[in-house]
Antibody, heavy 116, light 108 residues
Framework: QVQLVESGGGLVKPGGSLRLSCAASGFTFSDYYMSWVRQAPGKGLEWVSYISSSGSTVHYADSVKGRFTISRDNAKNSLYLQMSSLRAEDTSVYFC?????????WGQGTLVTVSS | EIVLTQSPGTLSLSPGERATLSCRAS???????LAWYQQKPGQAPRLLIY???SRATGIPDRFTGSGSGTDFTLTISRLEPEDFAVYYC?????????FGQGTKLEIK
């Protein structure tokens, strides 16, 4: 069955960096676009970024453009989100999801807290 | 950016009743690329409806999506106890993908 497991979250100071990972299994990872979606505590969902199956096409929300970089390693069945210049408003649970239209499969999320 | 506005913010109903949730877009959603998700506390979103009206795999037929252009509706015909949750609409007809702010469906 499809499994997506995020890791790499934690507490980081404003201006700091963090790299999130998503380990995929149960499907042919290299066939699918992948996305990152986040949810601030008690708030709604925000699409952060998506990447094409080959990695050649990426897209970002304006709120993270220039600070976050999405990438993937199809040989390792892994998706990444490199986050830099982090701000308090980036504090969220970050979900990885399969697809970029209507993700049906999601991980359980990893919490990123940006605080001094 | 397409802004999705959901109403009502909170809907209080009893099990067995019918729920009607609305999602209005600030501009037409291309090819009806509109989806609905259910989210319970501490869980990831669950895809219910895509393409405005197609049920995702394993979704009971009491969930129905309808609408086109800028106005979309999710109807739950007879509420079950497990249906009380937060519901989000989402568009993927243009970038950036956007979500509505959510409707909380609570037990009356």
């Amino acid at each position: 069955q499809v499994q997506l497991v995020e890791s790499g979250g934690g507490l980081v100071k404003p201006g700091g960096s963090l790299r999130l990972s998503c380990a995929a299994s149960g499907f042919t990872f290299s066939d699918y676009y992948m996305s990152w979606v986040r949810q601030a505590p008690g708030k709604g969902l925000e699409w952060v970024s998506y990447i094409s199956s080959s990695g050649s096409t990426v897209h970002y929300a304006d709120s993270v453009k220039g600070r976050f970089t999405i990438s993937r390693d199809n040989a390792k069945n892994s998706l990444y989100l490199q986050m830099s210049s982090l701000r308090a408003e980036d504090t969220s649970v970050y979900f990885c999801a399969r697809g970029y239209q209507y993700p049906q499969h999601w991980g359980q999320g990893t919490l990123v807290t940006v605080s001094s | 950016e397409i802004v999705l506005t959901q109403s009502p913010g909170t809907l209080s109903l009893s099990p067995g009743e019918r729920a009607t949730l609305s999602c209005r877009a600030s501009q037409s959603v291309s090819s009806n690329y509109l989806a609905w998700y259910q989210q319970k506390p501490g869980q990831a979103p669950r895809l219910l409806i895509y393409g405005a009206s197609s049920r995702a795999t394993g979704i009971p037929d009491r969930f129905t999506g309808s609408g086109s252009g800028t106005d979309f509706t999710l109807t739950i015909s007879r509420l079950e106890p497990e249906d009380f949750a937060v519901y989000y609409c989402q568009q993927s007809g243009s970038s950036p993908r956007t979500f509505g702010q959510g409707t909380k469906l609570e037990i009356k």
